[in-house]
């Protein structure tokens, strides 16, 4: 596994490094004082020398962390001159830690080549001396050796794998958290989505039939029978409007699983949605739904809603929108109208609804859109991995305009990736 890079050095000596040399310098100078050393003087080096070293490997500490591979250079030279000095202990005991150091916070590089390389110089100054002179005794050279650089380099590398370990789980977990921010954001953004489609397609229609007899009874007001039935159209609609909206604010507010109404319409509505638009409509349109399906069961439960609701919203642009004639609803497998033969085997639910397109509406206003309504009904579409288009056509060839509205869904209601 790649080391990962561990934090960035610090620029001034760490306090612990600061205790650590003050210690150490405090220790080696009390020896001093007391005559200990841990062995002769070699090569005429004079004992003050040990000072020196004593100095130098207390100075090496402050760089530990900051500069590990000049401390163990430094630290090198200066347990040399102390070995040759006759030894004062303290410097011996803070070159354990300068090789201890070198591997934890040292590069990738170093931590890696340094304890290799303690165990062929433990295992020359083991048999070499021995080898040469002869004396078992000598085989403590090797074994201070060991001590004081092979032990504190792989300790160093215990300590150095957890600390990786524990970094690389620490950036799992960041990893982690991120995405599972990023799924609670896209679950709250479909989430919002999906209720605005749904407060738009259960509102619309209604609200757009106030809309329209509303201000048909405002310029009726002198014709009182025409009145009374454009507010008994408002009264009705503002009522089943209100019950529509309730079911889905209490579904929205159930979080104790308290069981609501069912909100999912179903095809099988599609008689009483017309018969409100034909209502809504007046003399000026006429709506007709033709079923051209196979007998069988039904399309599943998400295809049948999203089939519902681009018929409801179409009707609803109808009432808005549409020139006199006649909007007709059409139900039929994909791939064939009467639902046999070859191009019927798709399995697949089409959903058309053509709508007059030509000078306006002579008698009863226009009620404004805003738009969302073909997006909405694009967005079900899609997410069911559907297709839906919209605009003028001409199906007879006679040159007469509608306005036409096509859904093609899968059967099974597959979701795209």
């Known amino acids: 596994m790649p080391s990962l890079p561990l934090p960035r050095r610090p620029a001034r000596p760490h306090r ?47 760089l530990r962390r900051s500069a590990p591979g000049v401390a ?35 590069g990738p590089k170093l931590a890696r ?21 002869r004396n078992p005794e000598l085989l403590l050279i090797g074994m201070a050796t060991g001590l004081i650089t092979l032990a504190p ?21 960041e990893q982690t958290l991120l995405l599972a921010e990023a799924d609670r954001v896209q679950a709250v953004n479909a989430e919002r989505a999906r ?49 529509e909206m309730r079911r889905l604010i209490g579904i929205l507010r159930d979080a104790e699983g308290r069981p609501v109404p069912d909100a999912t319409p179903r095809l099988d509505g599609l008689d009483a949605l017309l018969a409100r638009a034909r209502a809504a409509g007046g003399t000026d349109l006429v709506f007709s739904l033709h079923d051209a399906r196979r007998a069988g069961d039904g399309p599943p439960v998400p295809v049948e809603m999203a089939a519902y609701r681009v018929v ?43 709508s007059p397109l030509g000078g306006g509406r002579p008698s009863g206003p226009r009620a404004p859109g805003s738009g969302a309504g073909l997006v909405g009904m694009r967005e079900r579409v899609e997410l069911l991995g559907g297709t839906l288009t919209a605009g003028p056509a001409s199906p007879e060839g006679d040159g007469r305009r509608v306005w036409r509205v096509r859904a093609e869904l899968p059967a099974e209601g597959r979701k795209k990736r």
């Open 16 to 62: 612990d490094d600061v205790l650590i040399g003050a210690a150490g310098l405090a220790g080696g100078l009390a020896l001093w004082g007391a005559g200990i050393q841990g062995g002769p003087e070699l090569l005429g080096v004079p004992s003050w020398a040990a000072l020196v070293a004593l100095a130098v490997m207390a100075g090496t500490e402050l």
């Open 72 to 106: 163990l250079v430094l630290g090198t030279a200066a347990l040399a001159l102390d070995t040759l000095a006759g030894t004062l202990v303290a410097p011996v005991v803070m070159f354990t830690d300068l090789v201890y150091a070198a591997v934890v916070y040292g």
């Open 195 to 243: 209720m605005a489609r749904e407060l738009h397609d259960i509102v619309a229609n209604h609200l757009s039939a106030i809309a329209i007899h509303a201000t048909a009874a405002q310029a009726l007001q002198h014709d009182r029978d025409a009145t009374r039935d454009a507010l008994g159209v408002i009264r009705e609609n503002s009522v089943q409007g209100l019950t």
């Open 113 to 133: 080549r340094l304890p290799r390389a303690t165990v062929p110089l433990t295992v020359l100054a083991t048999v070499v001396p021995v080898s040469v002179w």
């Open 153 to 173: 380099s792989f300790t160093g590398v215990v300590v150095r794998g957890h600390r990786e370990a524990a970094e690389a789980e620490r950036l799992r977990a």
């Open 312 to 354: 409801q919203e179409a009707v609803t642009n109808a009432l808005k929108h549409a020139s006199p004639g006649e909007v007709a609803v059409r139900l039929a497998d994909v791939g064939g109208g009467g639902g046999s033969g070859a191009d019927g085997d798709g399995g697949g639910l089409a959903v058309t609804v053509t």
